[in-house]
T-cell receptor, first 112, second 114 residues
Framework: KQEVTQIPAALSVPEGENLVLNCSFTDSAIYNLQWFRQDPGKGLTSLLL?????REQTSGRLNASLDKSSGRSTLYIAASQPGDSATYLCAVRDWGNTPLVFGKGTRLSVIA | ETGVTQTPRHLVMGMTNKKSLKCEQH?????MYWYKQSAKKPLELMFV???????ENNSVPSRFSPECPNSSHLFLHLHTLQPEDSALYLC?????????????FGSGTRLTVV
């Protein structure tokens, strides 16, 4: 059974710092991996989707990498801003008609 | 707005009430999902609908009853809920059942059972 772990559970950084959020999964035979952002009490906003054949995806200040063999993905945020404060969720989908499996998220606070 | 709209945004209901949550998408997606998000737990998949047909019921109690009248609308009918059912209920959709192009989520309904 696929399990997704995100470390750390919470992170507080000063504005302007570059940071890395980690996601690990137990079964490396994934179909794709998606990073989401969730603001308090709100729904999820999709940030980046990485297919199993890809190594990374970039969008603005965000870069997500995927290493299937080691069962890891990282979300790199450059030059962090207070507006980046949110919970970041990692979710994987396995091969076959299987649903997304989510981690518990990393709660990020960027201090001005 | 993501293209997936959920109503109401907030709902408070007693344990004997009957209420319904609504989800609507006009993205042309063919699969729709209900998720439950409780404090300090990962999102839990509840139901999956592909082309209006329910393809997954993730051992959800019968006090939750989904309905998908067409590929654009999804409902979650609630009756005789328990306080532990209080949570954020999220609807999502994907273009295809395989999720090749990722998933789009709504803003959720915050449910409080008193």
């Amino acid at each position: 059974k696929q399990e997704v772990t995100q470390i750390p559970a919470a992170l507080s950084v000063p504005e302007g710092e570059n940071l890395v959020l980690n996601c690990s999964f137990t079964d490396s035979a994934i179909y794709n991996l998606q990073w989401f952002r969730q603001d308090p009490g709100k729904g999820l906003t999709s940030l980046l989707l990485i297919q199993s054949s890809q190594r990374e995806q970039t969008s603005g200040r965000l870069n997500a990498s995927l290493d299937k063999s080691s069962g890891r993905s990282t979300l790199y945020i450059a030059a962090s801003q207070p507006g980046d404060s949110a919970t970041y969720l990692c979710a994987v989908r396995d091969w076959g008609n299987t649903p997304l499996v989510f981690g518990k998220g990393t709660r990020l606070s960027v201090i001005a | 707005e993501t293209g997936v709209t959920q109503t109401p945004r907030h709902l408070v209901m007693g344990m004997t009430n009957k209420k319904s949550l609504k989800c609507e998408q006009h993205l042309g997606h063919n699969a729709m999902y209900w998720y439950k998000q409780s404090a300090k737990k990962p999102l839990e998949l509840m139901f999956v609908y592909n082309f209006k047909e329910q393809t997954e019921n993730n051992s959800v109690p019968s006090r939750f009853s989904p309905e998908c009248p067409n590929s654009s609308h999804l409902f979650l009918h609630l009756h005789t809920l328990q306080p532990e059912d209080s949570a954020l209920y999220l609807c999502a959709s994907s273009q295809d059942p395989a999720g090749d192009y990722g998933y789009t989520f709504g803003s959720g309904t915050r449910l409080t059972v008193v």
